[in-house]
């Protein structure tokens, strides 16, 4: 077994029971056990670290720049060193205008593990976009800047909550094989 770390984050674990929420969507409703089970999975190839965000998204988000001074950040950014691996969390609805039509989107700078990943996720028949890093995505941002190297922003389409396990499995055994 190597001994690489993975760091796995949920900016936007958060919810918030008020209808203007599931309107704005401002939490990832599936993003959460996308990550628990990419955690437990990931274990074949390394440790797992496994960081959800604890405030909603309609009050700070965690993944812009104004999250950074959130203790969610300060713990997540003890982890972000040269050789740890990043997997930033997310999920959108169906109706997303970005990623509507895709069951996956892969963001980031890293290309190897974009293809490498996209590639298995289509060889199970899901629909993959890839997408390089938008300048709002604070967490990626700050992993580059203190010399995460391997990094990438996996966006789970919510049409598939009932194919959280598969998508995981997939996603680790992936990132075990590309990095
Ligand atoms: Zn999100």
């Avoid at 797992?48 to 998204?57: E, Q």
Wanted: proline letters at 2%.
């Amino acid at each position: 077994m190597s001994n690489k770390t993975f760091v796995i984050t949920v900016p936007h674990a958060t919810c918030v029971d008020a209808p203007q929420h599931r309107i704005m969507h401002t939490c990832d409703y599936i993003a959460s056990d996308v990550a628990t089970a990419l955690g437990q999975f990931i274990q074949q190839c390394g440790m797992d670290k496994v960081f959800y965000g604890n405030i909603n998204r309609g009050e700070t988000d965690l993944n812009r720049r104004e999250g950074r001074d959130t203790r969610f950040r300060q713990k997540v950014r003890e982890h972000l060193k040269p050789g740890t691996i990043l997997v930033d969390v997310h999920s959108y609805p169906s109706y997303s205008f970005n990623y509507g039509d895709y069951d996956v989107a892969l963001i980031g700078d890293n290309e190897r593990i974009k293809k490498t990943l996209k590639s298995k996720l289509e060889r199970h028949g899901y629909k993959v976009g890839t997408f390089t890093t938008n300048s709002i995505d604070d967490i990626l941002l700050e992993a580059r800047d203190r010399g995460v190297t391997d990094s990438v922003l996996v966006e789970v389409n919510e049409k598939h909550v009932n194919d959280v396990k598969n998508i995981s499995r997939i996603l680790s055994e992936g990132l075990c094989e590309v990095v």
